[in-house]
Every structure is written in structure tokens, then in C-alpha cells.
């Protein structure tokens, strides 16, 4: 067994992204964040990515509102950040409160500003094989740490748990594309016989949110074992009173897989190195359609 290391290939993307950087000047590469609510989670998946954009050179604004914002309200301020040339990308960090239709406020965001890769255009290019386009970022995070770590993809059996806008899906969509040519099965809580599908997995992607649900019971000796899960369960002796565990059974799956990403520091690192890299797309981007 090797672990991947997520923070080790982040930081040489981060590195690489901020060489750029400093090879733009006066353009100052500027992504703007959109929080509804206190989701302890989504604060800090927020100030991580806000950070990491300034450690860059980035420019990052933060616009805050209460779990009760009317569908109308957001619209307005993505119309202005859209308007906003200095604004490169946009982020609106889910989950968002159920009175929003998800969809909805994804698409109000103008594709040439969808660093989150969210947008119905961002998808259908993504399905239409669109070279250039805005990629989902953890999706994206987990096939470059396939590829910066040599695992082979072609003609694989990739078996993703999970199908949502955010990983499920969009993995799947990149991994069958020319160019990675895995076999793909994306299997979800309806899917029957689970085990014996994820057993049948070359590449194991658990993107499902629940606590060590992939057990090694489940897992083909020699596997290669990407854990997307972030989960917080509680643990009286931490200061912070929770623990992060992954969707992954670490200790008993880790022994009989080739590979495997830990949590924290597997995917994690890479969705924000990822954002990082699609902003500075979008600057580039708008740079030159400027010139
Ligand atoms: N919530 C969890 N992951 C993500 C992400 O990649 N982007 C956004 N906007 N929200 C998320």
C-alpha cells in the first residue's frame, strides 16, 4: 500500500499557479465567494479557499448572506458580480438552504466566470468533450492525482459511489472521455449488490458523504482507492470536539489497496489547487478576449 499525497501534489500546482501569477501584473486574477449561512463546514472550506487564493497573489471578496436570502436577493448580487470586469470567477458554496433551487442560482452565474465548473454550459461541454472548459473542481483534483501519481486509467474499471453535481457525475464524465478511457460504473444508494460492484473496481471512488461506509469487505485486493468523503464525526477527546473521517474504512481498507488518498489530505488540498487553477483560467481567459 502508498498513500497518495494530496498536500504534496497541491502544493506543486499552488507553486505553479503562483509563478504565473506574478507574470501578469497589472492583472490581478480575482475570485469572488458567495456564503449563504453558518454551515460550520462551509465556513471553513471558504476561508481555506480564501486563503489559499491570497497566499497566491489573488485577489478574493467575500459576499455573506443569511439563510433566509430570497432567490431574488442572490440573483442581484450575481447579476453585479457578473457585470463586474475586476471579477474573474464566482463561487457559491453548497450545500445551499432548501427554499433555493440549487440549479437555479448555479446557472445565474455567467459561464466565463464559472470557476466551479457548475453551470448547465460548464456540464454540457464537459459531456461534448469541449477542450478548455471550466472543470468541477474536485472532480478535476481527483484526476490529476490519478495522473500525477502514474495510476493508469485506460481501459480500467473506474466504480464511482456517489452521483452527485459536485463529484459523482462530473468524475464520471471525465474518466470515460477520450484521452482517460476508463469503463465507468457509477453506483448510488438505490444500487443493488453494491459490494459486488465496488469488488469489481480497478479504481475505487467513494463520493457518498457517509462515515467509513466503503469496509475492505468491499474493496478487490490491488485496488486504487480514492476517498472523497469529508465527514465530521464526534470525538470527545479533540479540542475541536469532531474528527475528520472519510467515506472510506481507512484502517481496514488501506492493507489491500495499491493506492489510497487519506483524509484529511487526500482530495481535500486538490479541490481548492483546482479552483486556484480555474481562476487563473478565467483571468486568462478574460484577459484576452479584452485585448
Ligand atoms: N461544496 C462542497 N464542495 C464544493 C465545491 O467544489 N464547490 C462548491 N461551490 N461548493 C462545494
Known amino acids: 500500500m502508498a498513500l497518495i499525497d494530496g498536500n504534496l501534489v497541491a502544493r506543486q500546482i499552488l507553486d505553479e499557479i503562483k509563478a504565473c501569477v ?30 489559499t487564493s491570497e497566499e497566491l497573489g489573488m485577489k478574493s471578496s467575500l459576499h455573506l448572506f443569511r439563510e433566509d436570502v430570497s432567490q431574488e436577493e442572490l440573483f442581484a448580487q450575481l447579476d453585479a ?22 440549479t437555479l442560482v448555479f446557472n445565474r452565474i455567467s459561464p466565463k ?19 478548455g472548459a471550466f472543470a468541477a473542481c474536485t472532480p478535476a483534483g481527483i484526476i490529476e492525482l490519478l495522473k500525477r501519481s502514474g495510476a493508469p486509467t485506460r481501459g480500467k474499471h473506474a466504480v464511482i459511489v456517489g452521483r452527485s453535481l459536485i463529484v459523482g457525475k462530473p468524475v464520471a464524465l471525465m474518466l470515460v472521455a477520450k484521452g ?16 459486488a460492484i465496488t469488488r469489481e473496481a480497478d479504481i475505487l471512488i467513494a463520493a457518498i458523504g457517509r462515515p467509513r461506509f466503503i469496509t475492505a469487505d468491499m474493496v478487490r485486493e490491488g485496488a486504487i482507492v ?3 468523503g469529508i465527514n465530521r464525526v464526534p470525538e470527545a477527546s479533540k479540542k475541536t470536539g469532531y474528527r475528520l473521517v472519510g467515506d472510506v474504512d481507512f ?15 487526500g482530495v ?3 479541490t481548492v489547487a483546482m479552483l486556484m487553477q480555474n481562476t487563473l483560467h478565467a483571468a486568462l481567459l478574460s484577459r484576452n478576449e479584452a485585448a
Open 81 to 102: 458580480l457578473n457585470a463586474d470586469a475586476t471579477v474573474h470567477g464566482i463561487l457559491v458554496q453548497a450545500p445551499l438552504p432548501a427554499h433555493l433551487d440549487a
Open 22 to 51: 506574478t507574470t501578469l501584473s497589472p492583472l490581478v486574477p480575482h475570485v469572488a465567494f458567495v456564503r449563504v449561512g453558518d454551515d460550520p463546514a462551509s465556513v471553513s472550506y471558504v476561508n481555506k479557499k480564501q486563503k
Open 268 to 270: 481535500g488540498p486538490m
Open 251 to 265: 484502517d481496514s481498507v488501506a492493507p489491500k489497496a495499491a493506492l489510497i488518498t487519506p483524509v484529511p489530505g
Open 180 to 195: 482517460l478511457d476508463a469503463t465507468v460504473t457509477v453506483c448510488h444508494s438505490r444500487t443493488a449488490n453494491l459490494g
Open 226 to 228: 480514492i476517498d472523497v
Open 113 to 131: 466566470k464559472d470557476v466551479d465548473g457548475f453551470t448547465t454550459t460548464s456540464i454540457g461541454r464537459l459531456v461534448q468533450e469541449v477542450p
